[in-house]
């Protein structure tokens, strides 16, 4: 049996130097806000008596937003502009619906052109 320090790991990051790995950084504060979405969205799913556990998110999107504007003040009585990059954030979920088997269609219609419907009707109107 081996400890878990003899196991080869295959992430890049295991790969680098101790150091460097005490170094990196993970996007604690984007997941803490897709985390507290997803919650808000089992809260949305619950008030409308949709179930959890059939619940299927079928569409995220992220959009950019219009930058928030804040001013920094410099030396001298300078003024920079100070501006955070906001983002609009889309996710819908929808319950999971049974697979309903498909009726058997024997019927099949060709398909008319334009002119071929055009006729048709003059020639049910004559």
């Known amino acids: 049996m081996?400890?878990?320090?003899q196991i080869q790991?295959?992430?890049w990051q295991n790969k680098?130097?101790?150091?460097?790995?005490?170094i990196l950084r993970w996007p604690e504060k984007s997941v803490r806000i897709v985390l507290s979405l997803l919650q808000n969205l089992a809260?949305?799913?619950q008030v409308?008596?949709?179930?959890?556990?059939?619940?299927?998110?079928?569409?995220?999107?992220v959009n950019r937003a219009q930058k928030g504007r804040r001013r920094t003040y410099r030396a001298h009585g300078r003024i920079n502009p100070f501006l955070s990059s906001n983002a609009h954030v889309e996710i819908w979920a929808a319950e999971k619906d049974e697979n309903v088997k498909k009726e058997a269609n024997n019927k099949v219609v060709a398909r008319q052109s334009r002119k071929q419907v055009a006729k048709n009707r003059l020639a049910i109107g004559a």
């Open 2 to 5: 081996c400890s878990i320090h």
């Open 9 to 11: 790991w295959r992430c």
């Open 16 to 22: 680098l130097s101790q150091r460097i790995r005490q």
């Open 43 to 45: 809260a949305n799913a």
């Open 48 to 61: 409308k008596n949709l179930s959890n556990e059939k619940l299927i998110i079928n569409h995220v999107q």
